[in-house]
């Protein structure tokens, strides 16, 4: 993997929903047992081409508007991406599906200049209702569920065989919750969906592709959570996803220290010696190619990462501090370990950005194109 910063892009927290860099040119936006083996691929009939459904997002934010740009976009055939982010591959002929308010979109749309939104060859709107008219940048509790009915038809039609992927639109975490309802974030929403085990949160752009052990936990708790049994199986995970997804015959894994200096031999912690050296030797000793534990600090080192296909961070800011620091705006959020392909922008809602036409939509194009892509070769194997 080689390094490749964005230029003229800032790096930011992935929690912070208010985060997305602004259009080019815009101006700058105010303030034990060993897991059991991959689910079966998404497959289809012979001859058809995949089905993709975006969830369109958080009404009041960017989401509806970058989803009518990425429908034009794709009716207009546009092209994949490549390296490491979409593992090679070309962008197929398929269908997308926007998930959504259908007036909301409709009115985004002609925002935008786009006079009839259900033209769009290759397009198709699956009405999802608001429950209170949207106001672009202003957050409003009654449109949580909404929101949630966005991503439960979504799940439902991929888990049904509908969907051969979900790319999901930016949402809003803190009002979901102020609604009442305790939601962690998209990938716990389809892993309890799904009723996975376990799944893996991997971001993929700027060449690199870095995968979390831990998602979404408070810095304290993330030493008690990181055990034996998770481990073995946050790895199983990612080889066997970037082995099938990816094609990556054999791949190449650096694994993260927890603590500074991945523990100093002990002297900085014990994590490395307990917990995550014995389940490196048991994995290598099955095959896989895995080095570590290595410390973060120099692991990302340019010419150092540049060795692997991947890299195991043990936590959230571990990991993808680095990553957006050389892909915002540019990046890809995946879902490893679900019976279905997800993909999803590296970006939050930007509340202040919403309904101005500034957004910049580079991250959804990408989250698109590896969508498409993976799921074409899903549908050719």
Known sequence: MSTRPSAGLSASGEADPGNTPAAPGAPAARGAAAPAAMPQPFTASSGAVPSVWLTTGEPAGIGPELSVRAAVRHAAGGPASEGAVSGGGEAVPGELVLVGDPGLLKARAAAAGVTDLEALAGVRLHPVPLARPAEAGRLDPANAPYVLQTLQVAADAALAGQAAAIVTAPVHKGVINQAGVAFTGHTEFFQEHAGCERVVMMLAGGGLR???????????????????????????????????????????????????????????????????????????AQGMALDGPLPADTLFVPDHVARYDAVLAMYHDQGLPVLKHASFGHGVNITLGLPYLRTSVDHGTALDLAGRGLANPQSLFEALDLAFALAGRRVAA
Not at 211 to 232: F, N
Not at 241 to 270: K, M, T, W
């Open 210 to 284: 870095v995968a979390l052990a831990t998602t979404h936990l408070p810095l304290r708790a993330v030493a008690d959570a990181l055990t034996r049994e998770r481990l073995r199986q946050v790895l199983a995970i990612l080889h066997a996803s970037l082995r099938q997804s990816f094609g990556l015959p054999q791949p190449r894994i650096a694994v993260c220290g927890l603590n500074p200096h991945a523990g100093e031999g002990g002297h900085l912690g014990q994590e490395e010696i307990t917990v995550i050296e014995p389940v490196l030797a048991e994995l290598r």
